[in-house]
Structure formats: C-alpha cells, structure tokens
C-alpha cells in the first residue's frame, strides 16, 4: 500500500517504539488466528522510515514493512486495516505460493474480498465514495434536519421524523435493489472505560440508524495506552448519518448537562454519568416511539444480510459482555426526561464535533 502520510510524525523513545512493535506483533497473531485461521508462519513486524508507502510485505525477510509516520498519524483501526492488507499479500504469496501473478492479482483480490480486507493498491483505507443517489438522499435529509431547527417544537419534531422516515425508506429501498458497498469508521475518542451513556449511543446507532456496531480494542502509541473505541459499518450514506448523529448527541448531552447543573446550582460532576445514560436513554425511548409509528405505517426494517456478511468478516469472533446499569436516580431521571426532549437538527453554524460532515458546509 502507498500513500504519503497525512502529517509528521512525533518521534519516539526507545521504550515507546518498543512497545508499539510489540502491540503490533500482538495484533498481528490475533489477525492470524481470526481471520486467517492461524495459517500464516509468524513474521517479523517493523517500522520503518519510508514515506513513499503504508506497508509492504518482504518476502526474502519473512517480514511486514509499516511506516513509522503512517502509524503515528493515523487512528488503529485504520494501521489494523494495512496490516491486515500485508498479511493477505504474504497468505498469497507463502499459502496458496502464487508467485506468478501481480501483487494485486486475482488470487489476492480473492482473498481480500472472502476475509472482509481493504484489497486497494494504495492509500489509506476509506470507506467508499458518496453516490449519486446517496449524495440526494443525503441531502435532503440536511434539509429536513435545517428545518428542525425551528423554534415552534411541533414544526421541529416533524422535521427530525421526517428525516428518519426518508432514511428508512431509502435504506429499506437499496437494500432490496443493487448490491450495496460497505465501509466503517471509528467514533468518539478512544477510552479506557467505556460509560453507559456511549454504550446507549451505540445502541442508537445500532437500531435507529441502519449501521451495525462493536466496541474494539485499540491502541495509543504515543500514550502507551490501550482502549476501545465503538466501530460502525455500513454503507457510506449510513456511515455519513452515524457519524453526525454520534457527534450531535455526544455535544447536546454535554451541554444538557451543563444547564442541568447551572438551573441547580450543582457545583460538583458527580453525577454526571449518570445524567449523561440517562439522556440517552431518554431519546432512544422517543426513537423507539417514533419506530412503532413508521411500522403502524407498514415501513418495517428487518435488516441488511449484506452488510451483516460484511461485520462478520470484520469480526470473525466476536464476545458478548453484560454490563450493570448506572444507578436510577434523581439525575437519572431528569437526564431522560431532557433526552425525551432532544430533536435531532442540523446547526445553524459549525457541526457539533468532529467528523459531522453530513450536514455542515
């Protein structure tokens, strides 16, 4: 894979460098039993100076090339992804020993294609590219959601459901028609712990907007640190309405919260996660709501097979985990009766947070 990395990279120390050989040797055996099933013989994983590429596999060394650069400025999933690409190259090249085909011949497209892998001859990952369709849906949509800012409660909440019920109709149309392209991104910031109210959002995300999500592992090599962060798939259009919403809601939850301490002279936060799950909480109640009327209407998703292929072979093995709620609380309950309240619109100005490209100019 080539590409120039997208800035300069920080230099590390010895002990920084070392560590992030041996989260990516880890990550290595990991995608080698997952997704290859253990067949690959265990290579050398190093960094290198190269500016010219991402990665490459070397097969006189047994060894797989990443970019010193490359690594440092861009987020895990997207180092994984390369990763993954090289160790397709070496499955081809020392487990089906095709050697006489072009690097990204058949037989590595092959594989790419059956094992969920970015297969592109250069550049970094991305999720696909906005259609013609997409691109109109998209956009009427902004415009539903620039009407949902209006001050009369009424006239907003029929905008956002609006907006919702042309998103299921366009889904629940593509789905039945041409085969769809699906891609993924990683929301939010990474964090150690992950708190009820991002696990509600992901939750949101997974049932009202047309995407499937899972919280992965990454890690930060600058920090020495790991975390998860969520992951979406889906195809572009949904990934594009996933990512603003993930932002709108990750921002107005916040700043309820503020209002909710400053109406009550709360000067300390020690509620917070609590009033945050439960703004969550509240609006996934209304999107519920709004679910059952767009079924009383007949318009029932029942899902996308396609991309549910697409998630499995991202994820491969994947571990279910229960977690206890926060406590249900004074804050609690206003945190979901300000979630009831939330109207999901586009901003007058700038986006919410990062990434909310759908709906800022």
């Known amino acids: 894979m080539n590409d120039e990395p997208r ?11 070392m560590a992030l050989v041996r989260e990516l040797q880890r990550a290595y055996a990991d995608i080698n039993a997952t997704h290859f099933r253990r067949k690959l013989r265990p290579a050398t994983v190093v960094l290198s100076e190269a500016k010219s590429r991402l990665g490459r596999w070397i097969p006189d060394v047994r060894g797989i090339e990443l970019g010193r650069g490359f690594v440092l ?5 997207v180092v994984l992804e390369v990763l993954k690409h090289e160790m397709a190259h070496q499955y081809v090249s020392e487990v089906l020993g095709k050697v006489d085909e072009t690097a990204h011949g058949p037989a590595f497209r092959d594989v790419c294609a059956r094992l969920g892998i970015d297969g592109a001859a250069a550049g970094v990952p991305v999720a696909g590219n906005t259609g013609r369709d997409e691109a109109r849906v998209l956009e009427r949509i902004a415009r539903l959601l620039a009407l949902a800012e209006s001050p009369n409660v009424h006239e907003a909440q029929a905008a956002m459901n609006a907006a919702q019920r042309l998103m299921l109709k366009y889904n629940l149309e593509t789905v039945a028609g041409a085969v769809r392209s699906y891609g993924f991104r990683h929301l939010g910031t990474p964090s150690g712990r992950v708190c009820e109210s991002e696990r509600i959002l992901g939750n949101i995300l997974d049932h009202h907007f047309f995407v499937d999500v899972i919280w992965v592992p990454v890690y930060r090599p600058l920090e020495q640190k790991r975390g998860s962060v969520l992951e979406v798939c889906g195809s572009h259009a949904n990934l594009e309405m996933a990512t603003y919403v993930h932002a709108f809601l990750t921002h107005t939850a916040d700043q309820l919260w503020l209002a909710h301490k400053r109406d009550r002279k709360i000067r300390i936060n020690r509620d917070r996660r609590t009033f945050l799950a439960g703004v969550m909480a509240g609006f996934l109640e209304k999107l519920n709501g709004q679910r059952r009327a767009n079924q009383a209407e007949g ?3 029942v899902g996308d097979a396609d991309l549910s292929a697409f998630y499995r072979k ?8 229960r977690h206890q709620g926060s406590a249900r609380n004074e804050a609690h309950l206003h945190g979901r009766e300000a979630g009831r309240r939330i ?9 919410p947070g990062n ?3 759908l709906l800022t100019r």
């Open 7 to 17: 800035m300069d990279h920080a230099r590390l120390s010895v002990e920084l460098e």
């Open 73 to 77: 400025s861009q987020p895990w999933g």
């Open 299 to 301: 318009l029932i998703w």
């Open 314 to 321: 991202r994820h491969p093995r994947i571990a279910h985990v």
């Open 343 to 351: 109207v999901l619109h586009r901003p007058v100005t700038s986006g």
């Open 355 to 357: 990434g909310a490209r």
